[in-house]
């Protein structure tokens, strides 16, 4: 008895954390073609945190280029745009942004979204409701924007900020803290160039020096190079190639495609979404 107990009782949770994620945006139910259009997507998450994913599918014709992504990876291929979070933002509710361009489509189109989170290491979603959208003569070229995000974290961050400047100015009566940390700061920048030049030696025998067909996983695309801190929870073998003005964020080099797809499934387990690309000698094949 005390065990079914315990499996309703996770269940309710499960179904609560669900249905506290709401997701909205400003996106106009008509815009002209070819316009280039900025639209905002608000995500109430609640309490989730960790890895999260945002995504949406746009209409054949339509482009979409990175906004404000909120420190998560943005990518956009085969008409999807994604932003993925390693560690989503703290906040309950926050906004983010993306560039669409309407190219060549015309007449009725349907957008649809989701979001994707991790509850116990259990992989879940929720779907948005589709967004219907004309794109005519007569239609908008700019979005208004979505009304702001709650108040309560505004609250909670001012009351966190007058506690600290009273810890602040205790500390300095106590003992001199300015003694302590110069000498902590000499060691980092120390440690810092030498993690530098390796970071450019990687990126430099990704591009150039790879001999015949190898595969590797790709886990973003960026339109300024992201650096390799975010990507430290799976060790020292990310590299950033610069490829005609993007900047790839690559995993491994693996002889056969099975073997780079069974380490895109492991990434997968610990926060990273990627897919295998190939390069021969050095080059992307297609």
């Not at 994604?82 to 015309?106: D, R, Y």
């Not at 009273?166 to 993690?195: D, F, G, H, L, N």
């Not at 300024?224 to 929870?233: D, I, L, R």
């Not at 495609?257 to 990434?267: F, I, Q, V, W």
Request: charged share 20%; with cysteine; hydrophobic share 35%.
């Amino acid at each position: 008895m005390q065990k079914i107990y315990s499996i309703v009782i996770l269940i309710s949770l499960s179904l609560c954390l669900n249905a506290q994620v709401t997701i909205s945006t400003n996106m106009p139910k008509s815009i002209a073609p070819n316009a280039n259009i900025e639209i905002q997507i608000k995500i109430n998450k609640g309490s989730i945190a960790n890895f999260a994913k945002y995504q949406i599918d746009v209409p054949n014709g339509v482009t979409v280029t990175e906004g404000d992504s909120k420190t998560g990876n943005f990518t956009f291929e085969s008409n999807r745009a994604k932003i993925v979070w390693v560690s989503i933002p703290s906040e309950p509710e926050f906004i983010v942004s993306m560039k669409l361009n309407t190219g060549t489509a015309t007449g009725p189109a349907v957008f649809t979204h989701k979001f994707y989170f991790l509850d116990n290491g259990t992989k879940k979603e929720v779907e948005a409701d589709a967004i219907n959208v004309t794109f005519d003569g007569n239609g908008s070229t700019t979005a208004s924007n979505l009304p702001a995000v709650t108040q309560t974290e505004p609250a909670v961050t001012k009351t966190e900020t007058k506690t600290e400047p009273a810890t602040t100015t205790t500390e300095p009566k106590t003992e001199p803290v300015v003694t302590k940390t110069e000498p902590k700061t000499e060691p980092v920048i120390t440690k810092t160039e030498p993690i530098t030049t390796k970071t450019e030696t990687k990126t430099q025998s990704n591009t150039t020096s790879t001999n015949g067909l190898v595969y590797k996983v790709q886990l973003g695309s960026f339109g300024a190079n992201p650096g390799t801190s975010k990507f430290a929870a799976i060790g020292g073998k990310v590299v950033i190639s610069n490829e005609a003005g993007m900047y790839k964020a690559l995993y491994g080099n693996y002889s056969t495609k099975d073997e780079a797809l069974k380490k895109r499934e492991e990434l997968i387990t610990k926060g990273f979404i990627g897919f295998v690309v190939a390069y021969q000698n050095g080059v992307r094949v297609k």
